[in-house]
């Protein structure tokens, strides 16, 4: 099998390192190997191919904290990197009310074919890259789509955790007091295993978790990354 760079490392360590940033959902790529299927091509540019605005998020992050960033290269749509692998939603069957033709009756060989070549990579680089890494945190970083299912979405910001509550709460009033509408485990919760790459190679090395996510219209805007990104090093850098 042709090996496919699943995941990009971003260095901008100073020494301490506070923090390690991870990226699950920075790309709407499809590696080669594998092809969008004309009837999948309305997902393209849309936050079920990816999370719109979180790169930018965390290279941002990653400058201001002078941190190691890792970023998923590869679509969420072929394999979902923040999913454990036995999860049904693993490959996702439908976006919304719209099926996802390119996994409509995937083969058990095919299934396979994505984590080995991209799922498992990209947790083997995240994992190494923790090993080497003094930072006692472990941020994720995320985007949400600002309607869902026809609601807005009024929080503008989400802090998730699962242990990590203090530390979420902290992080949570200083997002606040940079005029920020900010929540716990909204709009989605880390108790409810929607944290799981972050938290794995968290317990695995003795670190903290913890994600943020970032409303997409906002996470696009440079000026919002900027204020987002003070907040955070001002608790956890």
Sequence with gaps: MTTIAAAEVLSRSSGAQPVLITVEHASERMPAGWAWSPKDLPLRGTHWAYDIGAEDLARALADALGSVAVFARFTRLLVDPNRPEASPDLVRAAAGQRSVHMNRGLSVEERARRVEALWRPYHVIVDR?????????????????????????????????????????????????????????????????????????????????????????????????????????????
Aim: overall charge negative.
């Design 129 to 237: 890259e923790v090993a080497n890494s003094p930072a006692p945190v472990l941020l994720a970083v995320h985007t949400f789509t600002p309607v869902f299912e026809g609601e807005r979405r009024a929080v503008e910001v989400g802090v998730l955790f699962d242990a990590e509550e203090d530390l979420a709460r902290r992080l949570r009033a200083r997002l606040e007091a940079a005029g920020f509408v900010a929540g716990l485990n909204q709009p989605y919760s880390g108790k409810e295993g929607l944290i799981f790459s972050v938290d794995l190679h968290a317990r695995h090395h003795g670190r903290r978790a913890i994600e943020i996510e970032l409303r997409q219209d906002l996470a696009v805007d440079p000026a919002v990354r900027e204020r987002v990104a003070e907040a955070v090093v001002d608790v956890l850098g």
